[in-house]
Structure formats: structure tokens, C-alpha cells
């Protein structure tokens, strides 16, 4: 990784096409290798399953879908809820 930030800070100032060169292959390298141990460490955890039933813990933490979307909330002049009003602004949107 540190070789392949040293290259890509040289290219940006040289803009040398012999050092682009050398900067894609050291960074396929690194893709290849991060992808290898990543399939390698989700091949051990699929074997350690039948002994190991943590592995929920891993799938649960990749596959968990977030919402970030909150209960929606409208107040009147006054503070209170004006739920009429919102079913009718609703209403007309999808008409």
C-alpha cells in the first residue's frame, strides 16, 4: 500500500507514463491480494460454521440494512399535530 501512494504522488507530479505504468500494476497487485484474503477469511468462516455458531455475528453485521429515515412529524402553529392537514397535502401529491 505504501508503495502504491508513492507512486501515485510521483505520477501526479511528473505525469510520467512509465511511472503510471508502474503505478496500475503495484495497484492491481493490491486489489488481487485484498480481494484473495477477503474470499479466504469468508471461506474460513464458512467452514467453521458446523462448529462455530458465531457466524451469525458476521452475517448479521454485513447484512444488516440501516434506515436513517425518521417517523414523520409536522406541528401547527400551536405545537399540536395537524394530521388533517397532512392527509390532505398526501392526497394531493399522489392524485
Known amino acids: 500500500m505504501h508503495k502504491k501512494h508513492r507512486l501515485w504522488k510521483r505520477w501526479i507530479s511528473t ?30 468462516i464458512s467452514m467453521d460454521c458446523k462448529k462455530n ?10 447484512t444488516a440494512s440501516r434506515s436513517n429515515v425518521g417517523d414523520l412529524k409536522w ?5 399540536n399535530k395537524n394530521l388533517a392537514e397532512i392527509d390532505t397535502e398526501c392526497q394531493s401529491v399522489w392524485r
Open 53 to 62: 455458531l458465531k457466524v451469525w455475528q458476521y452475517v448479521n453485521k454485513h
Open 15 to 44: 505525469k510520467d507514463k512509465a511511472v503510471l505504468k508502474e503505478y496500475k500494476k503495484v495497484r492491481n497487485h493490491a486489489k488481487r491480494e485484498m480481494v484473495k484474503l477477503t474470499q479466504q477469511e469468508q471461506h474460513r
Open 75 to 79: 406541528l401547527d402553529s400551536d405545537g
